[in-house]
């Protein structure tokens, strides 16, 4: 899935980070970077326009889900992750990704969804 969001290069490497409420990584080709990808924790009310109003690489105008879990475009997307316990939270856990990769907008929505579907088996979503 996340093939088609980089760019080619010898050399690939991770560079993970945190702060306060997020993990973020992101992957440099020949140093520099070219994919970058997150799993914040928000409040509970938030909405994938509010989230996409802070992240790169997606606007809160580009296009949306039906259901509005995810907002995405060719160089970004964000997405909510469904956690089990989080119906009871006042809290939230979102997925972004962003690339400086030539993509679709297709491929950026479908690894989008797989990576917050992998997020919601994580310590993050647990500890909501």
Not at 47 to 67: F, K, Y
Not at 92 to 103: C, E, I, N
């Amino acid at each position: 899935m996340l093939e088609p969001l980089l760019s080619p290069g010898k050399k690939v490497s991770a560079q993970p980070t945190s702060a306060v409420g997020a993990e973020r990584c992101r992957l440099e080709a020949d140093g520099e970077v070219v994919f970058s990808s997150s799993v914040e924790t928000r409040a509970g009310d938030v909405s994938a326009r509010d989230v996409a109003e802070s992240a790169i690489g997606v606007e809160p105008t580009d296009s949306a889900t039906s259901n509005g879990r995810f907002l995405y475009a060719k160089t970004g997307a964000v997405g909510r992750v469904q956690c089990p316990s989080s119906a009871k939270s006042d809290r939230s856990l979102w997925v972004t990704a962003r690339t400086t990769h030539t993509t679709t907008a297709k491929d950026m929505l479908a690894f989008t969804q797989d990576y917050a579907t992998g997020a919601a088996d994580t310590h993050s979503c647990a500890e909501l």
